[in-house]
């Protein structure tokens, strides 16, 4: 029994021997064949690299040139000899300025603020000039592109924008910058800037003006000795987006200019304009200002086809027309600057509102000389008639020489009885009264007329005296 256990003990051993030993053969066989395929012969590994081209010849991705970042010797600090030079100065310090182009992308004129007296403008800032010390050798004369970490190590122009309230670089997702180098040295430094400045407008045409606006771009620290700032390309420097516009301007031009500018402590300095044109568009305000204003001037000559002595209804007319004329001056002015000269719309609205104003004057005017005549009139008709009021007749010498026909004639009065003489004093002191009755009376119907005669004129002269002022302003202003 033993010798049976002993002999099944030989037998697993042996196999397991076995089995080692083919598994280490294996291992070692094929550690072999892969340092005969990496290390075969030049032929067998082109026929094996054409044989794998043939069939991976439609993935572009196998065609990329060898990544030459995962050698340490081809960092970007290595490679441009960032360490091995002074960053802090100029290119060429000491010697003539170095020139630096510039062009300019407008992407969006964000808005113009007339209260503020400023506009928003987001572009692309692109910088163009040679530094030596960053020229790197290169067989195939590509360029280098970076991003703004970069940036932070070289030299770069110092521009900033001249009269800016805020500006900032963008940042989502990440800084935008781009710093491209060639082999030679030639660097172009790009940003997407979005920046608020100042804008000197001039309202005395408002709303029927146009405003040209300027964005500034200088150096800060670089005077014309050290860095010669100029557009690369002249005017065609300036681009714009032609989806670019605006609710209330036209933008008619961009253009650029290039002027010195002086300051008395550091010196001269190169700056860079970008200039554009904007004309206001007319439409908005002839709808909100002046069709209301020229309605309610329209409203108040209502008033003189209305009866004089229609006191209710003239008058709340003519406080109305007068209050709305004062609500849209008061929201014209609102959105204004309150700026110390006339504008074109104070000039329309305020003559209108004394359009306005003045029909209110000119009803006072017919109520007033309506309840004077009326006075009058009631004094007169309430008078009594008694004979001291007669004036006195002249003593007369009547004869016997007439008839009844004379006496009827002079009164139609004849008495029976009495003293003849006295009966024809009597009758010429009332014909004289009656007279003077008669003339009063003519005087009053004529100041009646003339009440009414003037709001007949009022109808023409108002509406004649607003066309013509509309025609003058119409033709000065537009």
């Not at 007319?317 to 204004?336: D, F, H, P, Q, R």
């Not at 006075?375 to 007669?390: H, I, V, Y």
């Amino acid at each position: 029994m033993l010798t049976v256990h002993k002999m099944y003990f030989s037998i697993f051993i042996l196999l397991w021997g076995w089995i080692l030993s083919t598994e280490c053969r294996t291992h070692r066989q094929g550690k072999e064949i892969h340092e005969v395929y990496k290390k075969g012969s030049r032929p067998q590994r082109q026929r094996r690299e054409a044989h794998g081209e043939g069939h991976k010849q439609g993935s572009p991705i196998l065609k990329r040139s060898p990544d030459i970042t995962k050698s340490p010797l081809t960092k970007s600090e290595q490679l441009l000899r960032i360490d091995d030079h002074d960053f802090s100065m100029r290119p060429g310090f000491g010697g003539p300025a170095i020139p630096v182009g510039v062009d300019v992308q407008v992407e969006s004129l964000d808005s113009i603020s007339e209260v503020d007296m400023d506009f928003t403008m987001t572009l692309y800032l692109r910088h163009y000039w040679k530094d030596e010390r960053l020229s790197f050798p290169s067989t195939n004369n590509q360029s280098m592109t970076f991003d703004g970490r970069l940036v932070k190590k070289i030299w770069v122009p110092d521009m900033f924008f001249v009269h800016s309230k805020r500006s900032f670089i963008h940042d989502t997702t990440t800084d935008n910058v781009m710093l491209r180098v060639q082999p030679d040295g030639k660097v172009l430094y790009s940003l997407r800037v979005t920046v608020t400045a100042m804008c000197n407008m001039d309202f005395s045409r408002f709303p029927l003006d146009t405003q040209t606006c300027s964005l500034e771009i200088e150096s800060y620290a670089y005077t014309e000795d050290d860095l010669m700032l100029y557009w690369k390309n002249g005017n065609d420097s300036l681009k714009t987006d032609e989806r670019i516009s605006l609710s209330q301007f036209l933008i008619q031009e961009f253009h650029t200019t290039t002027k010195l500018a002086f300051y008395s402590s550091t010196g001269w300095y190169n700056r860079l304009y970008i200039n554009f044109t904007l004309r206001r568009h007319i439409f908005f305000f002839l709808l909100q200002t002046y069709f209301p204003a020229t309605l309610m001037v329209m409203l108040s000559w209502v008033s003189f086809w209305i009866d004089r002595r229609a006191v209710p209804a003239r008058v709340p007319l003519g406080i109305t027309t007068v209050l709305t004329m004062s609500t849209i001056i008061t929201g014209v002015n609102a959105s204004m600057p309150r700026v110390s000269y006339i504008k074109a719309v104070d000039i329309y609205l305020w003559v209108s509102f004394v359009f306005v104003f003045l029909s209110v004057l000119e009803y006072a005017a017919v109520n007033y000389l309506t309840t004077v005549q009326e006075r009058k009139e009631r004094k007169l008709r309430d008078k009594p008639a008694c004979a001291c009021s007669l004036p006195q007749p002249r003593p007369m010498m009547v004869d016997g020489s007439y008839n009844d026909g004379d006496v009827n004639e002079l009164g139609h009065f004849m008495a029976e009885d009495g003293d003849k003489q006295e009966r024809m004093m009597v009758q010429l002191a009332l014909g004289s009264e009656r007279g003077s009755a008669r003339r009063k009376n003519q005087r009053y119907v004529s100041m009646r007329i003339d009440t009414h005669a003037i709001d007949k004129y009022s109808r023409i002269i108002f509406p004649g005296a607003y066309i013509l002022f509309n025609l003058i302003y119409w033709s000065i202003f537009s």
